[in-house]
């Protein structure tokens, strides 16, 4: 009977190892403004696949763990791009963009990246 439970215990714990390398963790740059942004960013790479999103206002990036084996760090750019803001060198849909509010348009205001 110990054998039993040691075997099964084993599995699960390999199994869980297994799992565990193909979760990773990227930051990448996305444009925003505001607390609406913030939601409308996470909210878009709220998709199957994405464990954690997470965006910064003061430093406008995105950090999104994610599992590999079900999505792609490209997958989830387009989808926030979709949304209407800008993910690093792809631009967001302009007609998204255009129906944000104006607290939203970054491309207006000129917003600024921090520099390192």
């Known amino acids: 009977m110990k054998a039993i439970i040691l075997f099964i215990s084993l599995f699960f714990a390999i199994n869980l190892n297994a799992q565990d390398k193909s979760v990773t963790t990227a930051t990448i ?18 998709i199957k696949g994405v464990k954690l999103a997470v965006w910064d206002e003061t430093t406008q990036a995105l950090t999104v763990t994610y599992k590999t084996d079900k999505i792609t760090l490209e997958q989830i750019e387009k989808a926030i791009a979709a949304s209407g803001h800008d993910v690093g060198a792809i631009k967001g849909n302009d007609a998204k963009y255009n129906k944000l509010p104006s607290c939203c348009k ?5 917003c600024e990246l921090p520099k390192k």
């Open 106 to 110: 970054y491309r207006d205001k000129k």
């Open 29 to 46: 740059s996305v444009r925003g403004n505001c607390e609406e942004c913030k939601t409308r960013i996470e909210n878009a790479a709220d």
